[in-house]
């Protein structure tokens, strides 16, 4: 048995440990401290660089996962990033020619259908994406799901999982896509989940598990949700509003 006595947990150490939030940060006169005014100013920065960043499918994924899963791109009818952050509706339409690519290229009819979009942060799609992707392939393949061949939308909406639906009726469409970033992280991906999206469909027809991150949802556990959610569509034969995690599906009819 030790001599030593316990040393008592300092409060402040213990509460900061529990989020990355700005709180018990002190101050210099009316300001904020040295160090924290130039860590803000760095995730700021951060913040700013995911937005305007594009993603480039060999430099964030690495060869062998694009050579893997065959990735290609495609854009919506926002034609620059510029476009696409003064008009959110040119991001939720694809483009002609994308159409016609995605026509080409993919197999309609699949039980699931993976999308990558960039979204509001290209960081976030970076770090989190080439660690899903497998993940998701292989849970597929357990479940005997049909895996539709995944390809990235640049310039990308939610609203875009309709266009696709239409494109190649999949049963499911799961969007894996960079949320707006915050001074958290810039890093955090959310995946929108939607049976059978079709043109005319809103939010309340789509499921979303957010924050998947280094500090949130790992990507164990968001592929785990993301399956969990695709059975309730197919028993429910709806997703949406009525469809609640780990709840039983509330049949029609």
């Given at each position: 048995m030790s001599d030593q006595l316990p040393v008592p947990l300092d409060p402040v150490e213990a509460a900061l440990a529990q989020t990355p939030a700005r709180v018990l940060a002190g101050r210099a006169g009316p300001a904020y401290r040295t160090a924290t005014l130039l860590k803000l100013r760095e995730d700021h920065a951060a913040a700013r660089d995911a937005v305007h960043a594009e993603v480039d499918l060999v430099r964030d994924f690495g060869a062998e996962l694009v050579a893997r899963f065959q990735l290609f791109a495609v854009?919506?009818?926002?034609?620059?990033?510029?476009?696409?952050?003064?008009?959110?509706?040119?991001?939720?339409?694809l483009s002609e020619a994308a159409r016609d690519v995605i026509r080409a290229q993919c197999p309609a009819g699949c039980d699931v259908q993976i999308v990558v979009g960039d979204g509001l942060s290209a960081t976030a799609?970076?770090?989190?994406?080439?660690?899903?992707?497998?993940?998701?392939?292989?849970?597929?393949?357990?479940?005997?799901?049909s895996f539709g061949r995944p390809f990235?939308?640049?310039?990308?909406?939610?609203?875009?999982?309709?266009?696709?639906?239409?494109?190649?009726?999949?049963?499911?469409?799961?969007?894996?896509?960079?949320?707006?970033?915050?001074?958290?992280?810039?890093?955090?991906?959310?995946?929108?989940l939607a049976f059978h999206p079709r043109p005319g469909h809103t939010d309340a027809d789509r499921n979303l598990i957010s924050?998947?991150?280094?500090?949130?949802?790992?990507?164990?556990?968001?592929?785990a949700r993301v399956f969990a959610l695709a059975e309730q569509f197919r028993a429910a034969g709806r997703s949406g509003v009525g469809i609640t995690e780990g709840a039983a599906p509330q049949l029609d009819g």
């Open positions: 854009q919506t009818q926002a034609a620059s990033k510029a476009e696409y952050l003064r008009r959110p509706d040119l991001g939720r339409k799609v970076a770090a989190q994406v080439p660690a899903l992707l497998g993940l998701l392939q292989d849970r597929a393949t357990a479940r005997g799901w990235f939308v640049r310039h990308c909406r939610v609203g875009v999982m309709n266009d696709i639906g239409a494109l190649l009726s999949p049963e499911v469409v799961v969007l894996l896509v960079g949320e707006r970033p915050g001074l958290a992280t810039a890093e955090s991906l959310s995946a929108y924050n998947i991150h280094g500090r949130g949802v790992g990507p164990a556990d968001a592929v």
